[in-house]
């Protein structure tokens, strides 16, 4: 997939999911207008009609008045000319939970995957947005194997291409809540490019221009950045060993707190 290249324009919201309410919040607050449309992908749910009707409803609740189900999976193609359209037309396009892979199966090497990425990246105004799984298919890469002590040992993880909305990035979700520190260091390690952003549930990030990245929710986001590390041994040793890396840099950040994405420093945060 070809790499976007230049700060992106859009603003991308991630959650690391739980009750997504404070999610909800923000994508109505930031609508252009209400009636502004919203669609919903539910992919990655294995009861997407069900899923898709609760997030109707929540969102209407909140005032926003065309939030809508676009269908992408085994039966509704995601380079439909309807979906396109539709595509075309919203100004948010909302990811909810799941398996993350189904929505990179259905969507890598379509056409409404690089409009998505082509709006995302030039319309000040065009928000993406996820939770659980539809957070962690947002950025380059994303994890989707590794537990416990074995995400610890070389080939305890597994990671693929997510959606590259923002480069560099390897976003985790239900961080804390499942003990995901191992598999995301390690993944660091792998991808040592990449900043590991893990959120905790009801925890996320709202990242505008490519640039900021801004904590907001009950929890905690742990970034993991590689930059400097050294003395990584994945090189070296087989199948089953253990990890070593030196110099990994780690931040707890709370809400309210920023990250500058390009040069990963993090903004003091004084609550009132």
């Known amino acids: 997939m070809t790499q976007l290249s230049g700060p992106a324009l859009g603003t991308l919201i991630a959650l690391g999911g739980g009750d997504d309410d404070v999610l909800l919040s ?4 930031l609508l252009p207008q209400p009636e502004a ?8 749910s294995s009861e997407p009609h069900d899923t ?22 085994e039966h509704h193609p995601a380079d439909a000319p309807a979906t396109l359209r539709r595509l075309a037309r919203t100004k948010v396009v909302f990811f909810t939970g799941g398996d993350q892979e189904r929505i990179v199966e259905f969507l890598h090497g379509t056409e409404f995957l690089r409009q998505l990425q082509e709006r995302f990246r030039t319309e000040a105004d065009f928000i993406v947005a996820g939770t659980s ?3 962690a298919v947002l950025s380059d890469f994303m994890l989707v194997d590794g537990y416990g002590w074995r995400a610890l040992r070389k080939g305890g993880i597994k990671t693929v291409p997510g959606l590259e909305l923002l480069p560099k990035l390897l976003i985790d979700q239900h961080f804390v809540e499942r003990g995901r520190f191992g598999r995301l260091a390690h993944a660091v390690l792998a991808h040592p490019m990449c900043l590991g952003l893990g ?9 505008r221009g490519g640039t900021e990245a801004e904590v907001f929710g009950d929890g905690v986001v742990m970034v993991v950045d590689g930059s400097r590390q050294r003395a990584n041994n994945l090189g070296r040793i087989g199948r089953g060993e253990p990890v070593s890396g030196l110099d990994l840099r780690v931040h707890l950040l709370v809400a309210g707190q920023r990250l500058h994405l390009p040069t990963r420093q993090v903004k003091e945060h004084h609550p009132e």
Do not use: M, N, W
């Not at 923000?26 to 607050?29: A, E, K, P, S």
């Open 26 to 29: 923000l994508l109505c607050d």
């Open 37 to 44: 449309p919203i669609e919903i992908i539910t992919t990655a």
């Open 52 to 73: 898709a009707k609760a997030y109707e409803q929540a969102l209407r609740d909140l005032g926003c008045v065309t939030p809508h189900h676009l269908h992408i999976d």
């Open 133 to 135: 799984a539809g957070a």
């Open 199 to 207: 959120l905790s549930e009801e925890t996320g990030l709202i990242i």
